[in-house]
């Protein structure tokens, strides 16, 4: 009996601390910063809409993964914004863009988040939509692949899949 006591007034104590890190910090739930996903996540995401006049380099928000995702959009729109060189995106994304039709338009919503087995990478399944046809990949089920590299994601591919 003494020992469940004292058991729970450690958890007690330990699960307070916590609460209070996080109050202090300003945050209403942890984030968890890790560079490796384990588990499928299922996301509703809401949708984040682009275009390519107003399209500015960098990602206000703090997670990698969309971070990862929204600069090849932006990449997708407008290849000349600072960020947008092979190292962050597929090679195939800055293509040529005197010759290539790009969509003006685009938006997207992540619905998962799947991790590959036995692999650091991941797969970012989005709901997308943009106003041309740029190769099939932006419209419908659009699959992001991205790799960790030096602290951050990287798309290294980008699937559709047929509806």
């Not at 600069?71 to 863009?97: M, Y």
């Not at 003006?104 to 799947?114: D, G, L």
């Not at 046809?133 to 692949?145: N, P």
Request: net charge negative; with cysteine.
């Amino acid at each position: 009996m003494k020992r469940a006591v004292i058991l729970c007034l450690f958890a007690g104590v330990f699960a307070a601390a916590l609460y209070l890190v996080f109050v202090l910090r300003g945050e209403s739930e942890p984030k968890l910063e890790q560079q490796t996903v384990t588990a499928q996540q299922n996301i509703s995401d809401s949708v984040h809409t682009y275009t390519a006049a107003d399209v500015k380099s960098g990602c206000s928000a703090e997670d990698r993964i969309f971070c990862a995702v929204e600069r090849a959009v932006k990449c997708t729109l407008a290849p000349e914004i600072d960020g947008c060189a092979k190292e962050t995106v597929p090679a195939f994304v800055l293509g040529r863009p005197d010759v290539t039709e790009r969509p003006t338009e685009m938006s997207f919503a992540i619905t998962k988040i799947k991790p590959i087995a036995g692999s650091a990478e991941i797969y970012v399944y989005t709901k997308s939509s943009c106003n041309a046809v740029w190769f099939g990949l932006c419209e419908g089920t659009v699959v992001y692949a991205l790799s960790p590299v030096d602290g951050s994601w990287t798309v290294t591919n980008i699937y559709a899949l047929e509806n």
